[in-house]
């Protein structure tokens, strides 16, 4: 199709108006549409909650043919269908569960003609007979639902959905929409390469989310960690919770002792039989119980309005996990927190199950950077939605977002230490008041986030994240993709005259060595050294 034949704005607008009884798009949605209809193929990023459905169900209304949805998540395909059918919009799901005659009585009505949006999973994509039945059929749009699946860069990947570049082996005449809640600029190369598309139309919006409050807060040892913890519960009596956790161990115990002090919590992780966590999952979206500790098995296909807390009793594996985690909250657009509590033992934990993992080399390196990554982002000392924005490459971009605990410490909607752990931190920083050697300090000693700087130190720690500001927006990366505060402060604390003093600091390897020494060198002042 081509792009003069697009149907009007205003013939957007009625489609969406009539089928969908929406007023107005969402940011990205319109374009999005725009070019699948113009017979693009495209990458979509938009955010948990953002609207990628509409993406590929409005297509079908206007272009009066068949969409098909490739999804992994059996609920989430019924869900979807069932949200059509109220609306009138013809619609089905082709999966295990269903009876022969149900399935037959779904071709009987593509056979139709018209609008249809069809429902599948990735590996029924596989199958000669559907292949074979989609080679002659007049197809508007094949829609990828959760993409980042296709790309073992992304957090989630899986193997059937490697193998969906046969939809362009068969149709290469029909578009794909590959859509996803995140994914960075590698990963939606990797989808493009694995999915075969032909020069796709690229959409990033949405990561900004203003009624979230980001908070991260370093815990010494696991009694800080749950004192917090409970702070944070005390402070949330409405809504629903969330607390993710990284082992199945852990989950069943935060939740059973939650369970002594709090009504309706609940527990849920993939070791649980099918029966127990989909009866978990209808408890939750029913308001049987309102705070739930799960592990990532918990998230795909969520959709609750009135989540108003998710913590991450444990730091999660990469940035995109947490994310889209985070993103569970406040999906009604009110107010809500999304805090991350970590502790040095979680990098371990991470850590154990990359060096674990039967994947390549290759791909554990990359899990090892990104995991360095998050560690720096929590680490970090800037605007964490302007940080979160960047490193997404999204349209929008903010210096200062007025609502994390970098821009706005003092806020009311921060969770509080409790007197515990003030305490324990307290104690902390008191001790380290009196002067730091500099002369012995080693990467894995010392606390570097504790530690008061005297002015000398602190001046030079200013000039150093000028700098890394300064380069970061050169580079167009976030600031702790270049250098995480935890390394700026040991750069102040020792002050290195030279390459070699340089390799002693915690965080500079090799490539930064290479890519930043002499920079560093300049900026403390010692240029020729």
Not at 396 to 402: A, H, V
Not at 496 to 509: A, K, N
């Amino acid at each position: 199709m081509n792009l003069e034949i697009i149907p009007s704005k205003d013939h957007f607008i009625k489609d969406l108006q009539g089928a969908f009884k929406l007023d107005a798009f969402r940011i990205g949605q319109r374009e999005i549409i725009a070019d699948a209809l113009a017979g693009r193929d495209v990458l979509a990023v938009l955010p948990t909650g953002g609207g990628k459905s509409l993406c590929f169900q409005l297509p079908a209304v206007i272009e009066k043919k068949l969409v098909i949805v490739i999804s992994p998540l059996i609920a989430l395909m019924k869900d979807q269908v069932a949200s059509l059918q109220k609306k009138g919009i013809p619609s089905g799901c082709l999966h295990s569960g269903q009876s022969d005659s149900d399935k037959r009585q779904i071709f009987a009505e593509m056979q139709k003609g018209g609008a249809y949006i069809l429902y599948l999973s990735p590996e029924r994509a596989q199958k000669e007979g559907f292949q074979r039945w989609i080679q002659n059929r007049p197809i508007a749009l094949f829609a990828i639902d959760e993409a980042h699946c296709v790309s073992q860069w992304g957090h989630d990947f899986r193997e059937e959905y490697a193998q969906l570049k046969i939809l362009k082996a068969i149709r290469s005449d029909v578009p794909i929409l590959a859509l996803t809640a995140s994914a960075t600029p590698t990963v939606l190369a990797d989808i493009s390469k694995n999915l075969q598309l032909n020069n796709p139309a690229r959409h990033v919006h949405g990561f900004y989310r203003p009624n979230l409050y980001y908070q991260v807060e370093f815990c010494e040892d696991e009694d800080v960690k749950k004192s917090i913890l409970l702070h944070a519960l005390n402070g949330t009596p409405n809504g629903r919770v969330i607390v993710y956790c990284g082992t199945r161990k852990v989950t069943e115990a935060l939740a059973a002792s939650l369970q002594k002090k709090y009504q309706h919590v609940g527990c849920y992780h993939a070791g649980m039989s099918n029966e127990d966590r989909n009866s978990t999952q209808e408890a939750y979206e029913c308001g049987d119980l309102r705070i739930l500790v799960a592990t990532n098995a918990f998230g795909m296909g969520i959709d609750q309005p009135n989540v108003r807390l998710v913590v991450h009793y444990q730091m999660p594996g990469n940035i995109d996990a947490l994310y889209q985690e985070m993103g569970r909250a406040g999906r009604d657009g009110i107010d809500s927190t999304c805090l991350m509590l970590y502790s040095r033992k979680d990098k371990g934990l991470q850590g154990f199950f990359i060096t674990s993992s039967e994947a390549p080399q290759e791909i554990k390196n990359s899990r090892w950077r990104n995991l360095d990554a998050l560690v720096n982002y929590s680490e970090g000392g800037e605007c964490r939605h302007a940080e979160i924005l960047t490193y997404y490459k999204d349209a929008q971009r903010i210096q200062r977002c007025g609502h994390c605990d970098v821009c706005s410490p003092a806020s009311e909607r921060k969770v509080r230490f409790p007197a515990g752990a003030n305490l324990s931190i307290a104690k902390k920083q008191k001790n380290e008041k009196s002067p730091v050697s500099t002369t012995k300090m080693t990467r894995s000693k010392t606390d570097l986030s504790t530690v008061i700087l005297d002015d000398a130190q602190e001046k030079r720690f200013q000039v150093l994240k000028q700098w890394r500001w300064e380069k970061a927006k050169e580079l167009d990366a976030p600031a702790f993709v270049v250098m995480s505060d935890r390394t700026l402060r040991h750069l102040a604390l020792k002050n290195p005259r030279s390459l070699s003093e340089l390799e002693t600091i915690h965080g500079i390897g090799e490539a930064k060595l290479e890519k930043y020494g002499w920079d560093l060198l300049a900026e403390l002042g010692h240029p020729h050294s």
